[in-house]
């Protein structure tokens, strides 16, 4: 067998999504769709494992895994909750993460949109309506 190795420059990373690890996220699309009597979904996120919570120490765990980028979504429906209403706290919490991703030499990438979608654009036909694409390129701007 040839052995193969990873060139020396090679960058290591891992990923996730916020809905899925974060918890305590329970209005957007994909929570409705979850709680739904007809819904195929065995196991809804709920409280999933905490992320949001507990972030600095899942940072350590990168580090000492040797990680050098880490890929997160920003939860839409945490920072927008309600049309046009963006929550302070919540950005914070994610520039937060960020910086401190940055303080332990791993490369943050973000992702603006990982599949879910605020509950209050639900009713305009979500990614079919002009005003989602608006909203979207809204919170991109951050305004």
Not at 30 to 54: G, I, Q
Not at 56 to 83: C, M, N
Not at 108 to 116: E, G, L, R, S
Not at 119 to 128: K, R
Request: with cysteine; aromatic share 14%.
């Amino acid at each position: 067998m040839t052995n193969k190795q990873f060139p020396k420059d090679f960058i290591f990373g891992t990923a996730l999504a916020s809905y899925q690890v974060e918890g305590g996220i329970y209005n957007n699309d994909w929570t409705h769709w979850e709680n739904k009597d007809s819904s195929v979904c065995a196991e809804p996120c709920n409280e999933a494992c905490k992320h949001y919570e507990y972030y600095k120490e899942d940072i350590e765990l990168l580090v000492e895994l040797g990680i050098k980028a880490f890929r997160f979504s920003i939860e839409w429906s945490r920072i927008e909750p309600e049309e046009g209403k963006y929550n302070q706290k919540e950005i914070d919490h994610y520039v937060d993460k960020a910086n401190l991703l940055l303080e332990k030499n791993i490369t943050p990438i973000v992702t603006f949109h990982h599949f879910t979608t605020p509950e209050w654009l639900m009713n305009d036909g979500l990614w079919a309506s002009e005003k989602v694409i608006t909203a979207f390129f809204l919170i991109m701007l951050a305004k």
